[in-house]
C-alpha cells in the first residue's frame, strides 16, 4: 500500500518569505507528526496530531511555525518569514494510534534550503 | 526526560564483519526503543522495537537488538555486515508514560562497509 508522501520534495526560498510543506499520512493512521532533521540538532520532534488536534506546540521552534491537520488526514508545516536556520529536512510521520508502542512510519522528508 | 546517546558517529567494518551500533537511554519511565535506518535521500524505516516481552529483539535484513535495562543499553548487532547495509542508524526511545507519542533519537550512526 501507499506510504507516507510528502511534498515539495526540495524547497528553495529567501529569507523572509513563507512556505508551506505537505504531509499526506498512510490512509487509517490517526496520529501524525512532524520532525524537523539538521546538521546541528540532528532529529527533532516538532508537532503531533491526534485526529484533527495539536494538544501540544511546545516543539515548534518558534511562533513563525504552525501546523494544522484537516479531515484527519493531510497536514500542512508552514513556516513564516523563514531564517536561514530554518534550512533542514522536514519529516512527517504517522502511525495507527497515538502510543508509544505503534511504529511511526516515515515519509521521505522535504529539503528546506533559505538562501 | 528522556535521551539517547549513540557512541560513534562513523563505524567503518569490512564485509562479512561483525556489526556492533551502541546505543544508551535514559527514561524516568519504562522505555519503548526503536532503531531506524535511513539509505541517502530517504525517510526513516524501522529496523525493530523493543516494546514488553523479550529482551532479544529480531529485525529486519538480520539485525537484532537486545534491551539490557541495567545497562540502560540497546546495541544493535549483526553476525555479518553487507555492502547494502551502509546507511545511517538512529536510535529512538519513547516512553509508555504520558508522553510517549514523541520519539527522542540519537545523534546517529553512519555505517561504512569495505569490500
Known amino acids: 500500500g501507499a506510504g507516507v508522501s510528502q511534498s515539495p520534495s526540495n524547497k528553495v526560498t529567501e529569507k523572509g518569505k513563507d512556505v508551506e510543506l505537505r504531509c499526506d499520512p498512510i490512509?487509517?493512521?490517526?496520529?501524525l507528526y512532524w520532525y524537523r532533521q539538521s546538521l546541528g540538532q540532528g532529529l527533532e520532534f516538532l508537532i503531533y496530531f491526534q485526529g484533527n488536534s495539536a494538544p501540544d506546540k511546545s516543539g515548534l521552534p518558534s511562533d513563525r511555525f504552525s501546523a494544522e491537520r484537516t479531515g484527519g488526514s493531510v497536514s500542512t508545516l508552514t513556516i513564516q518569514r523563514t531564517q536561514q536556520e530554518d534550512s533542514a529536512v522536514y519529516l512527517c510521520a504517522s502511525s495507527y494510534r497515538l502510543a508509544g508502542g505503534y511504529e511511526q512510519y516515515f515519509g521521505p522528508g522535504t529539503r528546506l534550503t533559505v538562501t | 526526560a528522556q535521551s539517547v546517546t549513540q557512541l560513534g558517529s562513523h563505524v567503518s567494518v569490512s564485509e562479512g564483519a561483525l556489526v556492533l551500533l551502541r546505543c544508551n537511554y535514559s527514561?524516568?519511565?519504562?522505555?519503548?526503543l526503536f532503531w531506524y535506518v535511513q539509505y541517502p535521500n530517504q525517510g526513516l524505516q524501522l529496523l525493530l522495537k523493543y516494546t514488553t516481552g523479550a529482551t532479544l529483539v529480531k529485525g529486519i535484513n538480520g539485525f537484532e537488538a537486545e534491551f539490557k535495562k541495567s545497562e540502560t543499553s540497546f546495541h544493535l548487532t549483526k553476525p555479518s555486515a553487507h555492502m547494502s547495509d551502509a546507511a545511517e542508524y538512529f536510535c529512538a526511545v519513547s516512553n509508555s508514560g504520558g508522553s510517549n507519542y514523541k520519539l527522542t533519537f540519537g545523534k546517529g550512526t553512519l555505517l561504512t562497509v569495505n569490500p
Open positions: 527514561s524516568s519511565v519504562p522505555p519503548y
Open positions: 490512509s487509517g493512521h490517526t496520529a
